[in-house]
Nanobody, 114 residues
């Protein structure tokens, strides 16, 4: 059983920053892809960023230059540093781990509001 526990969401003013964390526990392949999706009310769940075990990254165009994804393989933890946040970034952010099967975290709310 794989569990993903997210933390770091909250309320931030436009232009501010937040750092999300997601820790994975359980048994899974050492080579995997971790990352983040987000879902705003009434919208579909959209990809934000991904990172492989070897450190290759991929970003949605809407967050390039503002968000940075990283991971600590020893801790099975992925991070999302979010800078220059704006109202369009408001959503529930979901962590995932893909090792042929996809596991999801419970989601953490990020609200950007003055």
């Amino acid at each position: 059983q794989v569990q993903l526990v997210e933390s770091g969401g909250g309320l931030v003013q436009p232009g501010g920053s937040l750092r999300l964390s997601c820790a994975a526990s359980g048994t899974f392949y050492s080579y995997n892809v971790m990352g983040w999706y987000r879902q705003a009310p009434g919208n579909q769940r959209d990809l934000v960023a991904t990172i492989t075990t070897s450190g290759s990254t991929n970003y949605a165009d809407s967050v390039k230059g503002r968000f940075t994804i990283s991971r600590d393989n020893a801790k099975n933890t992925v991070y999302l540093q979010m800078n220059s946040l704006n109202a369009e970034d408001t959503a529930v952010y979901y962590c995932f781990l893909n090792e042929n099967r996809v596991y999801w975290g419970q989601g953490t709310q990020v609200t950007v509001n003055s």
